[in-house]
């Protein structure tokens, strides 16, 4: 019931589902969770072959310098199984081609998601998501269009989407 215990638990299955296939564990936003970071380090700390990739994904605006929170995870980069890899903002045009090319947008299209969704590409999939659920995209020339008709005004946010869902939820 113990911490250790947990996380010894939870490797034990993370290395038997390695054994079928190599294993991706993603721990997205590892700056707000303190369970997430000690399971990283344990699994860092451990000397055993699996094929396990741990990927962490850290919002670099939401770590402040000389925090508690950058400290643990520099220690966790200190590890020798850890690599930092810093990725830039997509440019403008990068930004439509994802839209474009993982939505399945045609370009115009693409191109206001991407401006409504300020590089998000998560919002970017809540707002088709919510369009397919209504029905309103029909495959076009270059990719999927507005259906003639619809209103397809773009909520403000992310939460805006959300919201929406839970009042027609409700």
């Known amino acids: ?10 490797t034990r299955f993370l290395h038997a589902q390695a054994r079928t296939r190599p294993l991706i564990l993603w721990l997205d936003e590892l700056q707000h969770g303190e369970e997430s970071q000690a399971l990283a380090r344990y699994l860092l700390e451990l000397d055993v072959q ?8 850290v919002s670099a605006e939401s770590v402040t310098s000389g925090s508690e929170t950058e400290t643990k995870l520099n220690e966790l980069l200190d590890t020798v199984h850890s690599e930092k890899i810093h990725l830039p903002p997509l440019s403008w045009a990068e930004q439509v081609k994802l839209m474009s090319d993982l939505l399945g947008l045609e370009p115009g299209l693409a191109t206001e998601v991407a401006t409504k969704c300020g590089g ?3 919002f970017a999939v809540q707002i088709v998501g919510n369009w397919v659920e209504q029905g309103m995209l029909v495959p076009g020339e270059h990719g999927f269009e507005l259906r003639d008709g619809c209103d397809a005004s773009i909520p403000s946010n992310l939460f805006a989407v959300w919201d929406a869902r839970l009042s027609d939820l409700i």
């Open 1 to 10: 019931s113990g911490r250790e215990e947990i996380f010894a638990l939870l």
């Open 50 to 57: 699996a094929p396990i990739l741990i990927l962490s994904t």
């Open 120 to 122: 998000n590409p998560q």
